[in-house]
T-cell receptor, first 117, second 113 residues
Framework: SAVISQKPSRDICQRGTSLTIQCQVD?????MFWYRQQPGQSLTLIAT?????????ESGFVIDKFPISRPNLTFSTLTVSNMSPEDSSIYLC??????????????FGPGTRLTVL | GENVEQHPSTLSVQEGDSAVIKCTYS??????FPWYKQELGKRPQLIID?????GEKKDQRIAVTLNKTAKHFSLHITETQPEDSAVYFC????????????FGTGTKLQVIP
């Protein structure tokens, strides 16, 4: 399994400001994924972050709004820029690693609960 | 891209009864189908998964079935217990899960004691 941590765990921010969320993994991984989970909703993939290359964004998400860094194989950041109340969500990072069954599994960080006023 | 539909959105069962959640996917290239359980305020946790080379997999009270032809897969929970109450998500991925995972809309399961 994997130990994944995120900072901050929660934050309350003012409209128009930006917040950077950090994700740290205790293993080296090729891909890291960033998801958004709006209240009472499912998980929606924002982007896939590969070390050494630009992140790949899903439809509806753009780099200017959600810039991502991936400086090494164990760390990534997601910035939520120029926030509005509609950005209030839980943001989760995720990685694929070998699980206890010996097969590949996707593990999630604990999430960052963001509230934008 | 992949589209995963999930039904029902809510499900209430009496303790000890069975619960079934059904999902369909659109991309025939998907070959990995995990199921996640998310308790309130917590991260999603993998509970079981199935790959396209098998039609059924069982782990104690939980089983998954996969019909590749019809592009649907189901989660079966038998002898439900109150601690099974949570939101369950199905998902689909290509390349055995080494690529991005697309989630279904979720099913809120309530097990009534």
């Amino acid at each position: 399994s994997a130990v994944i941590s995120q900072k901050p765990s929660r934050d309350i921010c003012q409209r128009g400001t930006s917040l950077t969320i950090q994700c740290q993994v205790d293993s080296q991984v090729t891909m890291m994924f960033w998801y958004r989970q709006q209240p009472g909703q499912s998980l929606t993939l924002i982007a896939t972050a590969n070390q050494g290359s630009e992140a790949t964004y899903e439809s509806g998400f753009v780099i200017d709004k959600f810039p991502i860094s991936r400086p090494n194989l164990t760390f990534s950041t997601l910035t939520v820029s120029n926030m509005s109340p509609e950005d209030s969500s839980i943001y989760l990072c995720s990685v694929n690693l070998q699980g206890t069954s010996g097969s590949n599994e996707q593990f999630f960080g604990p999430g960052t609960r963001l509230t934008v006023l | 891209g992949e589209n995963v539909e999930q039904h029902p959105s809510t499900l209430s069962v009496q303790e000890g009864d069975s619960a079934v959640i059904k999902c369909t996917y659109s991309d025939s290239a998907s070959n990995y189908f995990p199921w996640y359980k998310q308790e309130l305020g917590k991260r999603p946790q993998l509970i079981i998964d199935i790959r396209s080379n098998v039609g059924e997999k069982k782990d104690q009270r939980i089983a998954v079935t996969l019909n590749k032809t019809a592009k649907h897969f189901s989660l079966h929970i038998t002898e439900t217990q109150p601690e099974d109450s949570a939101v369950y998500f199905c998902a689909a991925s290509k390349r055995g899960g080494y690529q991005k995972v697309t989630f279904g809309t979720g099913t809120k399961l309530q097990v009534i004691p």
